[in-house]
């Protein structure tokens, strides 16, 4: 699977590009699969923010960027569905978009639902992160992210060595000082990203994609 791990979507030219690469086609020839089931571990999310992903106009930066076709896979539903039915969905999909929220429920559900057993055989999908749907991949979010257990750990599903700090100068805690702090608790790289910035991984190729700020703490790559 390759990843486009954003903070906050396909906001610029930059990022799009990268995806296009990842895909090895435009995106009006590519097909999606929207995941939007880290929102309902978040209570900052709830109807109005789901609509807000599905129906992405203002602008588009996930399923409004032009498609050949968008459907929704709600992974909460999933263990209550035979696989044989959602898998070829899964397959046959170019892209995942995965939404934020929270990345440990996330994370739960993704394993729950089956379709963690099911990535290492999607060698050409391209997993489209926007925060949450990013921090999810990483070992750890850092316990101040985790909002839907809080006296549980922060780990996520450690399909990449490092963790992501997004939103950065987006609200008032996620300044450089706090991501600084963060990092100072991992045992592991972390990349710090704003709204313009992502982290793509395409095998052994990981690399910043920006047209923002981004920083690299707690080690070298």
């Given at each position: 699977m390759k990843l486009l791990l954003t903070s906050g979507g396909v906001t610029n030219t930059s990022i799009r590009s990268a995806l296009v690469d990842l895909l090895g086609k435009p995106v009006e020839e590519s097909s999606a699969l929207a995941i939007p089931s880290a929102q309902w571990g978040h209570p900052m999310c709830?109807?109005?923010s789901l609509r807000s992903f599905v129906t992405d106009r203002t602008p588009p930066t996930m399923t409004g960027l032009g498609w050949s076709s968008?459907?929704?896979l709600e992974l909460t539903a999933l263990p209550h569905v035979?696989?044989?039915r959602w898998t070829p969905?899964?397959?046959e999909a170019d892209?995942?978009?995965v939404d934020g929220g929270e990345a440990v429920f996330l994370a739960h559900w993704v394993r729950e639902s089956g379709l963690l057993d099911l990535l290492p055989e999607l060698d050409d999908t391209v997993w489209v992160g926007v925060s949450a749907g990013s921090m999810v991949m990483a070992p750890r979010i850092g316990a101040d992210f985790v909002h839907?257990?809080?006296d549980e750990p922060d780990t996520t599903l450690?399909?990449?060595d490092f963790s992501i700090f997004p939103?950065?100068?987006l609200f008032p805690d996620n300044t450089l000082e706090a991501a600084r702090e963060w990092a100072a608790s991992l045992e592991n790289p972390g990349y710090v990203l704003d709204e313009q910035s992502a982290v793509v991984v395409d095998g052994d190729r990981v690399e910043v994609v920006s047209e923002g700020e981004w920083h690299l703490l707690g080690g070298e790559r």
């Open positions: 709830g109807p109005g968008v459907g929704l035979a696989p044989e969905w899964v397959r892209v995942l978009l839907w257990r809080p450690g399909l990449v939103h950065l100068g």
